[in-house]
Structure formats: structure tokens, C-alpha cells
């Protein structure tokens, strides 16, 4: 079955930067976008990035663009996520979700997330 | 890129049936037929409920259904059940971006 494992969360000072993780498993990783998704603490969900399955396109939302990148690596079947000068509001559960198999307009799995907290 | 509008709670009792609006703009949910549906309970990821507007994945009660009119699109629970109660967020997608819904807590008397 699908299965997506993020990593690499934390407590981290204003300014500083983090790598998240996703590692994916039970499907063919190559053939899909993947997407992440945060949520701040009792707020609701914001889309943050994607990235098409071949790596090529990225897409990021305004409030990141320019301080996160997204990648990810076929070969290890693993999702990423740089996160440069951080903000207290950057502050979420980032969670990794793929494109949806019947449409690649929706998001079918996601991953239990991983707490970033960003505070001094 | 503003959070698509929902009512920030809907409630009803077991059996009933309520509706969730989503209310996008002529940009995202006026034009594209890419509104999906997630349920989230506390804790928990979201979980895929509706997707394109109108289809359920499978294993998804037929008591949910999605609709859409010009820019705003809807969530009917019927049947309503205590385990429906949670948190449900619309979302709408276009090839450069996704934005999602303020979130609806669905609450079961």
C-alpha cells in the first residue's frame, strides 16, 4: 500500500533552515507529483510546493517563494523539502502528499506529517 | 492566492443531511472543475473524500457527494454520523498552484 514518511522536523531559531524528508514507498515514485502541504497549529491547510514527477516543474506558493525549494530523488524514492530563513510563521505540520492515480488534480495519500516549530 | 471561504462550522443531528459551501472566484473554482474534498480529524492527516467536483475514491461512503456552481462549490453529508465529525476543507487546483478552503468543522448534536 501507499506509503509517504516524513522527516527531518525540529525546533530551529528564526533564520536558520531545515530539510524535510519524505520517503515513499508501495507505488512507482517516478510516475507522480508530489506536493507539500502544511498546517499551521489549529489553523487550516496551506499548499506550499509541488514538483511534476520528472523533477523539472516546480511550483511554489507566495508566502515561500524564493526562501523553500523543493526536490526530490527517483533513484531513493524520497521527497524534499529546503526551508531557508524561517519564519516564526513557517511554524506547521509540513506533510508530503502525491497526486492523485485516478486525477492528478487531487491529493489521494499523505504522509502523518512532521512538527516544524521556528522559535528563539 | 486567498484561502477559498467556507463556514467556519455546520452542524446537524445523526440521520440529517448538511451542506458545506466553498466559494472560490471566476479564476480557480468558476473555471476549473478541479474542487476536491478532505476530511481531517483531530491528530490525523486529511483524507481524500470528493475529488473533481462530483467522484468518490473508493472506499468512500456514498453518503458524501460534491457539487459545484459557478464559483462556488458544496459538500453534502447524508445520513449525517458521529463518525463524520470532523474537520472538512475544500480545495481547488490549477496547474501552477492549489489552494484550499478555511476549513468547516462538522459537528454531529
Known amino acids: 500500500q501507499v506509503q509517504l514518511v516524513e522527516s527531518g522536523g525540529g525546533v530551529v531559531q528564526p533564520g536558520r533552515s531545515l530539510r524535510l524528508s519524505c520517503a515513499a514507498s508501495?507505488?512507482?515514485?517516478?510516475?507522480?507529483?508530489m506536493h507539500w502541504v502544511r498546517q499551521a497549529p489549529g489553523k487550516g491547510l496551506e499548499w506550499v510546493a509541488v514538483?511534476?514527477?520528472?523533477?523539472?516543474?516546480?511550483y511554489y506558493a507566495d508566502s515561500v517563494k524564493g526562501r523553500f525549494t523543493i526536490s526530490r530523488d527517483n533513484s531513493r524514492n524520497t521527497l524534499y523539502l529546503q526551508m531557508n530563513s524561517l519564519r516564526a510563521e513557517d511554524t506547521a505540520v509540513y506533510y508530503c502528499?502525491?497526486?492523485?492515480?485516478?486525477?492528478?488534480?487531487?491529493?489521494?495519500?499523505w504522509g502523518q506529517g512532521t512538527l516544524v516549530t521556528v522559535s528563539s | 492566492q486567498s484561502a477559498l471561504t467556507q463556514p467556519a462550522s455546520v452542524s446537524g443531528s445523526p440521520g440529517q443531511s448538511i451542506t458545506i459551501s466553498c466559494t472560490g472566484t471566476?479564476?480557480?473554482?468558476?473555471?476549473?472543475?478541479?474542487v476536491s474534498w478532505y476530511q481531517q480529524h483531530p491528530g490525523k492527516a486529511p483524507k481524500l473524500m470528493i475529488y473533481?467536483?462530483?467522484k468518490r475514491p473508493s472506499g468512500v461512503s456514498d453518503r458524501f457527494s460534491g457539487s459545484k456552481s459557478g464559483n462556488t462549490a458544496s459538500l453534502t453529508i447524508s445520513g449525517l454520523q458521529a463518525e463524520d465529525e470532523a474537520d472538512y476543507y475544500c480545495?481547488?487546483?490549477?496547474?501552477?498552484?492549489?489552494?484550499f478552503g478555511t476549513g468547516t468543522t462538522v459537528i454531529v448534536l
Open positions: 480545495s481547488s487546483y490549477t496547474s501552477t498552484r492549489t489552494v
Open positions: 508501495g507505488f512507482t515514485f517516478n510516475n507522480f507529483g
Open positions: 471566476s479564476s480557480d473554482i468558476g473555471y476549473y472543475d478541479y
Open positions: 502528499a502525491r497526486e492523485g492515480w485516478l486525477s492528478a488534480t487531487t491529493f489521494d495519500s
Open positions: 473533481t467536483v462530483n
Open positions: 514538483i511534476s514527477y520528472d523533477g523539472i516543474n516546480k
